[in-house]
């Protein structure tokens, strides 16, 4: 079985561009996030989708972020524009369900550095 | 503030040796995760704990959730230099949307 694909794995940009990540989720895996992983420190919940519809979205910086799954399937979170402190790897992880006991499938990650 | 605070955030042992690893929490869960991340990968679930008291074990690591469901540790035995990585512990809320949390991670370090 496939695992969650994510692209690009490595970005470099200057601050005030802009950039976008793309993840294709387990085939069949209802639920999509988008965490925030800063270095050294655990991921944070940037939004979470329920097929296609946005489940919580409350730490999204809304002012430049923004994320969408079409179709209830693949991802993509955007940034623009970038800020220094959006260094960061972006993880993209998926499930079968919406479940308390739920475990949480991670892609590889997207590597941002803004200079 | 961390929802979720793991202690201690760095710990470099000796191979052989025997080791825990905390999460704290003034919250009350439904259920506790531990993840492993290794450098350039996404974390990988070890193991759910969803019962107060709960023990679980997987090889030589030992897992258990608190009585009140607000804390966990890991514990290993023996620690292999295969163990490095980060360890994550996650929490799903027990109210309100089901949002799994992360602590910031203990990074762990076996020199051979």
């Known amino acids: 079985e496939a695992g969650v694909a994510q692209s690009p794995r490595y970005k470099i940009i200057e601050k005030r561009q802009s950039v976008a990540f793309w993840c294709n989720p387990i085939?069949?895996?209802?639920?999509l996030y988008w965490y925030q992983q800063i270095l050294g420190q655990g991921p944070k919940l940037l939004i979470q989708?329920?097929?296609?519809?946005?489940?919580?979205d409350s730490q999204l910086p809304k002012d430049r972020f923004s994320a969408e799954r079409l179709k209830g399937v693949d991802s993509t979170l955007k940034i623009q524009p970038a800020k220094l402190e959006d260094s960061a790897v972006y993880l993209c992880a998926s499930s079968p369900r919406l479940a308390y006991t739920g475990e949480l499938f991670f892609g590889e990650g997207s590597r941002l550095t803004v200079l | 503030t961390q929802l979720l605070e793991q202690s201690p955030q760095f710990l470099s042992i000796q191979e052989g040796e025997n080791l825990t690893v905390y999460c704290n929490s003034s919250?009350?869960?439904?259920?506790l995760q531990w993840y492993r991340q290794e450098p350039g990968e996404g974390p990988v679930l070890l193991v759910t704990?969803?019962?107060?008291?709960e023990v679980k074990k997987l090889k030589r690591l030992t897992f258990q959730f608190g009585d009140a469901r607000k804390d966990s540790s890991l514990h290993i035995t023996a620690a292999q230099p295969g163990d490095t990585g980060l360890y994550l512990c996650?929490?799903?809320?027990?109210?309100?949307?089901?949002?799994?949390?992360f602590g910031q991670g203990t990074r762990l370090t076996i020199n051979p």
């Open positions: 919250s009350v869960f439904s259920s």
């Open positions: 085939s069949g895996h209802a639920t």
């Open positions: 704990v969803v019962t107060g008291g």
């Open positions: 989708f329920q097929n296609n519809g946005v489940v919580d």
């Open positions: 996650a929490a799903y809320l027990i109210q309100g949307a089901q949002k799994l949390v």
